[in-house]
């Protein structure tokens, strides 16, 4: 299994807090990427990063900002939680991105996120 | 517009039968396409990548058809094992993260 953990794996918060999901992989792969699952909505990509200091959003980023300041962490912060952000949280690295060679993404185990 | 389109099922089949789950994708360019299984409660992990000549693993096999812009996901035998979720992903460009279907979900029954 790819080395891959995320932080905490279940929370519970109130709306107007602000909460920041962990990321962490021993692969130094160079992509790494957060999405949410909703029933109804599958995946949906929130922001992606492509290197240490580069980022950039996806279709979901409203609401949601990152940082990676080490290639083996990247962090997903809500600044103002709202319901709406109740959602299982995925994270996924893979070696590539796109094209003929694109690799297949590795997903961390998850975290339950529930905003009251 | 970058979608990969799924029936959702869910599919309910008998033990040993043969299901096949097809998935559309928007762009005629793509080049890259897997299938991911997803258990209930858990991350999706990778199942098989699909190729333009097709490949099988087992049970499973994948198929691209690109005229039609399709791929297919055909299991045989099926086990109770594999009731799970079906994701299909393709790629849509050279710098940009995979997209990935709603899922199609599978159960199998003894």
């Known amino acids: 299994d790819a080395g891959i953990t995320q932080s905490p794996r279940h929370k519970v918060t109130e709306t107007g807090t602000p909460v920041t999901l962990r990321c962490h992989q021993t692969?130094?792969?160079?992509?790494m990427y957060w999405y949410r699952q909703d029933p109804g909505h599958g995946l949906r990509l929130i922001h992606y990063?492509?290197?240490?200091?580069?980022?950039d959003k996806g279709e979901v980023s409203d609401g949601y900002s990152v940082s990676r300041s080490k290639t083996e962490d990247f962090l997903l912060t809500l600044e103002s939680a709202t319901s709406s952000q109740t959602s299982v949280y995925f994270c996924?690295?893979?070696?590539?991105?796109?094209?003929?060679?694109?690799?297949?993404?590795?997903f961390g185990p998850g975290t339950r996120l529930t905003v009251l | 517009r970058k979608e990969v389109e799924q029936d959702p099922g869910p599919f309910n089949v008998p033990e040993g039968a043969t299901v096949a789950f097809n998935c559309t994708y928007s762009n005629s360019a793509s080049q890259s396409f897997f299938w991911y299984r997803q258990d209930c409660r858990k991350e999706p992990k990778l199942l098989m990548s699909v190729y333009s000549s097709g490949n099988e693993d087992g049970r499973f096999t994948a198929q691209l058809n690109r005229a039609s812009q399709y791929i297919s996901l055909l299991i045989r035998d099926s086990k109770l094992s594999d009731s799970a979720t079906y994701l299909c992903v393709a790629e849509f460009s050279g710098n940009t993260p995979l997209v990935f279907g709603k899922g199609t979900r599978l159960s199998v029954i003894a």
């Open positions: 692969e130094n792969h160079r992509y």
């Open positions: 996924a690295i893979s070696r590539t991105s796109g094209g003929a060679g694109a690799d297949e993404q590795f």
């Open positions: 990063s492509y290197g240490v200091k580069d980022t």
